[in-house]
């Protein structure tokens, strides 16, 4: 787990600002989970096979001897607060987002921690194939506001259940040569969820896999109409993407539209995010019969491809310079007013020398100093200093508020 310090943070607060506005415009709004919520709600959804399930949770008991989980994921969540709270009564349609902290016990790596923050967005209520290609559309001209390279849309289908036992039926099948080049995690999954071998990083893994069917051959009609309407809508909206034969998603809710972002510039952890269909999951945690999908990127990952932009950086517009206690007087409540009337304002109290104190002027990159001292006081003005410039004027001190207020903000 890592903390997020400056000048990393001022990335962090205009991602998040940014794609708060993203979302809003169209058309959702923000939901806020807490961060524990029952076991059974991971565990019974995500899928006992899932290796979130079976090694990165942090689980826990608590003194009324339940099984909380530090939450591993935001889907299972919202859906869990909009079945709890009726939200389809109030709306059969509803577009929700969240951003906040995830949690699963994993080998840390580039743009991976323990503790890691995610976007996110949720669909209910719509099943037309558009929606998918809309939603995909609106995350692209989201990153298109970033201005981030070499993003691929990779496109896939999970099918739905009739197509999947079919399709599991002929993995296991296939599979069975092979099982004893397996590793023991896919040796388990051979048996209980073939598909989870598509995910696999091992090498020997990955090569078995290329040898296997695609799940978009075993689509019925249903399923590959959508899926071919999905493509449709894309082209539509110009937003290009690729058919990847072996995507699968990692949590059991999925079916049919699954597609990952991904790009060049992250080496081997290449995806920006993911997302697909969950028709059934609100059902199954006790809502209506419900369409949905949804969408999760990584906020590290994304602070990786931003990088530190200076132009994200606060800027100070007024340092003031204080070379003795008479200047101090007046500039202590001058620098408080200012402020609070929105002028981001900086005043330094140690009582160093002119020369340090412009030195922490410009090294905190302030746009203007005042320098405002005994003899100013004398005279009835300031010394106002453009710090890019460098030219001087002199300000009246009777309207040096209202002066700078006009000047700077």
């Given at each position: 787990m890592n903390d997020v310090l400056a000048p990393e943070i001022y990335s962090w607060r205009m991602a998040e600002n940014i794609i708060r506005e993203n979302f809003e415009k169209f058309g959702f709004s923000e939901i806020k989970t807490p961060i524990v919520e029952n076991t059974t709600l991971f565990s019974r959804n995500l899928g006992e096979t899932s290796d979130i399930v079976r090694k990165e949770m942090y689980t826990f008991l608590d003194r009324n001897e339940e099984s909380l989980t530090l939450r591993p994921e935001g889907t299972a969540p919202v859906v869990r607060a909009l079945v709890e709270h009726n939200l389809l009564n109030t709306d059969p349609v509803q577009r929700l987002y969240y951003w906040g902290p995830m949690f699963r016990y994993e080998r840390p790596q580039k743009g991976r921690y323990r503790q890691f923050f995610q976007y996110g967005v949720e669909v209910f209520g719509v099943a037309a194939p558009q929606m998918d290609a809309e939603l995909i559309a609106m995350l692209?001209?989201?990153?298109?506001?970033?201005?981030?390279?070499?993003?691929?849309?990779?496109?896939?289908?999970?099918?739905?259940?009739?197509?999947?036992?079919?399709?599991?039926?002929a993995l296991v099948?296939?599979?069975?040569?092979?099982?004893?080049?397996?590793?023991?995690?896919?040796?388990?999954?051979?048996?209980?969820?073939?598909?989870?071998?598509?995910?696999?990083?091992?090498?020997?893994?990955?090569?078995?896999?290329?040898?296997?069917?695609?799940?978009?051959?075993f689509l019925d009609e249903g399923c590959k109409k959508h899926f071919e309407s999905v493509g449709k809508g894309l082209a539509e909206l110009q937003t290009p993407f690729i058919v990847d034969r072996t995507l699968v998603r990692g949590f059991d809710y999925y079916n049919r539209t699954v597609f990952e972002i991904t790009t060049e510039e992250l080496?081997?952890?290449?995806?920006?995010?993911?997302?697909?269909?969950?028709?059934?999951?609100?059902?199954?945690?006790?809502?209506?019969?419900?369409?949905a999908i949804g969408y999760a990127g990584g906020v590290e990952r994304l602070i990786l491809l931003l990088g530190q932009r200076e132009e994200w950086k606060p800027k100070l517009a007024?340092?003031?310079?204080?070379?003795?206690?008479?200047?101090?007087?007046?500039?202590?409540?001058?620098?408080?007013?200012?402020r609070e009337k929105g002028l981001t304002t900086e005043i330094d109290y140690t009582g160093k020398s002119m020369k340090s104190q412009m030195k922490k002027a410009d090294k905190f990159q302030a746009e203007h100093v005042l320098i405002l001292g005994g003899s100013e006081i004398d005279q009835n003005t300031a010394i106002l200093r453009n710090m890019s410039t460098k030219e001087q004027q002199n300000l009246k001190l009777e309207n040096i508020e209202s002066e700078l207020l006009g000047r700077l903000k």
């Open positions: 692209m001209n989201l990153y298109g506001k970033f201005q981030l390279k070499n993003l691929k849309v990779k496109l896939g289908s999970m099918g739905c259940d009739q197509c999947r036992l079919k399709y599991r039926e099948s296939l599979l069975k040569p092979s099982l004893s080049d397996l590793c023991e995690d896919c040796k388990e999954r051979a048996e209980k969820n073939p598909l989870r071998v598509f995910d696999c990083k091992n090498p020997t893994c990955k090569e078995i896999a290329k040898g296997l069917p695609s799940l978009l051959d080496g081997a952890q290449n995806a920006v995010g993911g997302g697909g269909r969950y028709d059934n999951l609100v059902k199954e945690l006790g809502g209506p019969d419900c369409p007024l340092f003031i310079v204080v070379p003795d206690e008479r200047g101090m007087e007046r500039a202590f409540q001058l620098a408080f007013n200012l």
